[in-house]
């Protein structure tokens, strides 16, 4: 699941001035923003000192600000009580995003470390050395499948940050502030917001290794250039990768193995959707993301989604490929509307979505 909850009116997109032509503050100002939390829609909450790039700026001064540890800050004009230029924040350690988080979290976690990820857990070691396990092999096969696509991703610059709740009840009580009340409704999410991954154990193992991957999945993505936070990023493509990614190998003694296996939970759900799949059920899926928000349509969307990103990718890979890269390019908050995404999916892939769906449609019969 992926979140980005939280996003004030101050910074709507008919609002926006963007600032910068690149993507996250690449190559933008580095500037100190001090700022105090909104309380009751009054300016009376903690005060923080982010030293970061803008990565927009509205007209009435409402930015959105990329702090030195990967942390996207949208802060209301009233908000700010001091700003000024400012040197380029050091690459953060390790060490630096330990001390914070355990500075942030309640008493009782401690910190785990990876070559590439911090994993804060409630004591349970154990489990965060498998989960840690499981994070460093997703991340040695992201690079390499992509490698192997001759697509060339960045290191991520930010060590990568895994929250790992010991059990449900502290999972929605900590993820509630986060995401509101779908905390009850997941087992695990990205947040756009904070770079991080917050999650627990669950007694379902394949669904435990696939939560675990799939959230994972949705961090390297947004870390390594492949997407932009806060841009008009699909649902279909943001999921449809991270399902593609998460197939759990039970035979396996980690429980996963490599990339693009068949999901044959989703494919059950592929299959499930087709008997009564409409004809024009690639256009919903592709124009907007209302089809993966509504609870009555969600499990369909998410099954065609897995089902159409496992075709591109084992049938017109590059097509698929250069609409990816087409999709990176898109700057923070830059909305598309329903026809320039139809018109850019139909301008990658060379063909009609209707030429598109006839051809998905055919392949996916012969998946089993």
């Known amino acids: 699941m992926l979140s980005q909850r939280h996003l004030p009116e101050v910074l709507t997109l008919a609002s926006l001035l963007l600032l910068s032509p690149s993507v996250l503050g690449r190559n933008a100002a580095a500037e100190q923003f001090v700022f105090r939390d909104l309380v009751d829609g009054q300016v009376t909450g903690e005060k923080h000192v982010v030293n970061g790039e803008a990565v927009v700026e509205a007209v009435d001064g409402g930015v959105l600000v990329c702090a030195d540890d990967g ?5 209301q004009p009233d908000q700010i009580t001091h700003r000024e230029p400012g040197p380029p924040p050091p690459a953060i350690s390790q060490d630096e995003i330990e001390r914070r988080m355990l500075e942030e979290l309640p008493s009782g976690f401690a910190a785990f470390r990876t070559a590439h990820y911090v994993i804060l857990h409630q004591g349970n070691i154990e489990y965060a050395r498998d989960v840690a396990m499981l994070f460093e092999s997703l991340y040695r096969a992201f690079f390499a499948y992509w490698k192997n696509q001759r697509v060339d991703l960045e290191v991520p610059k930010y060590p990568l940050v895994a929250v790992v709740l010991r059990d449900r009840d502290e999972f929605v009580k900590h993820a509630s502030a986060e995401i509101g009340d779908t905390a009850a409704n997941v087992i695990g999410y990205y947040h756009l917001a904070s ?4 999650t627990y154990r669950v007694p379902n193992i ?4 696939a939560t675990i991957i799939h959230e994972a999945t949705h961090q390297l993505a947004y870390n390594c250039g492949l997407q932009t936070r806060f841009a008009d990023n699909p649902m279909w493509v943001s999921e449809g990768l991270a399902m593609f990614f998460e197939s759990p190998d039970l035979s396996n003694p980690r429980g996963w193995r490599g990339v693009g296996r068949i999901n044959q939970v989703n494919l059950m759900r592929w299959r499930k959707y087709q008997s009564s ?3 024009d059920s690639l256009v919903t899926m592709f124009a907007d993301d ?3 928000r509504s609870a009555a349509t969600a499990e369909d969307a998410y ?10 990718l084992r049938t017109m890979k590059q097509q698929y490929i250069d609409y990816l890269q ?3 390019k898109i700057k923070a908050l830059e909305e598309l509307t329903g026809r320039e995404r139809i018109e850019m999916i139909e301008s990658a892939f060379g063909m009609t979505i209707a030429e598109l769906d006839e051809k998905f449609v055919t392949y996916m019969r012969r998946v089993r």
């Open 71 to 75: 942390r996207i800050w949208t802060i």
């Open 195 to 198: 770079n991080q991954m917050t």
């Open 206 to 209: 394949e669904r435990n290794i």
């Open 277 to 279: 799949r409409p004809s």
């Open 290 to 292: 209302s089809r993966f």
């Open 303 to 312: 099954g065609e989604s897995w089902a159409f990103t496992y075709f591109a």
């Open 326 to 328: 087409q999709l990176s």
